[in-house]
């Protein structure tokens, strides 16, 4: 899918008025825009990667307009559009429940590292208070020190992990929902006659992309 990277009608366009963002894909055919290493069937397979990262790059870039519209433009494949418009929002689709997926466990994880953490800040806390007791003054305030960096350590990361860890997830996870759900067209313009032809149902609704197409 190089060939969309380097077009210059790749470039996004945001329609500020609207509020609308606008990304323009051009290829020579829309196989282009599949995975040609994927064996199953057409009508499964997974966008081309340069595809998808170009797509990824260009509305990230424009996360503050309301409405999200991708734009394939292709001289040869008119018959593949429904494809492509059913491909874009399964492979979007998979990638936002894998994110979701991913911040769950990490706040599952976080929490038990917060448990073990609160564990070892009581220990040394503890230990602390003993060998204050026990051991002699200067041995003790060396000791104690070193304790309760230890402690304040034991915490320091799982908290991290709570407050802040779970916000780049959720950004990307928010992403590949918003991508799943635009607005995808595709023309396709007969070289032969010069003639721009419109292969029918050009956009495709979020209540569509639910439904997987009838297998060939």
Known sequence: M??????????????RGAGAATVNIRVRNLTQMFNSLDPSPFWDRDLDQHAAEFIEEEFSDKRGARRWRLRVHASEGAALAPDVRS????YYQRLASSARRRQREQTRLGQLALLGGAL???LAMSVREILAKLLPHGTSMLIDE???ILAWLALWRPTELLVYGWVPLFRQRRLYER???MSVSVRVDDGA????RTPPAQDISAADRAAP???R
């Open 179 to 181: 991508l799943a759900a």
């Open 87 to 90: 491909a874009v929002a399964r």
């Open 193 to 196: 006659s010069g003639v721009e």
């Open 2 to 15: 190089s060939s969309a990277r380097k077009s210059p009608a790749g470039k996004g366009r945001r329609d």
């Open 120 to 122: 070892i800040f009581l």
């Open 146 to 148: 070193g304790l309760i």
């Open 213 to 215: 197409p009838a297998a």
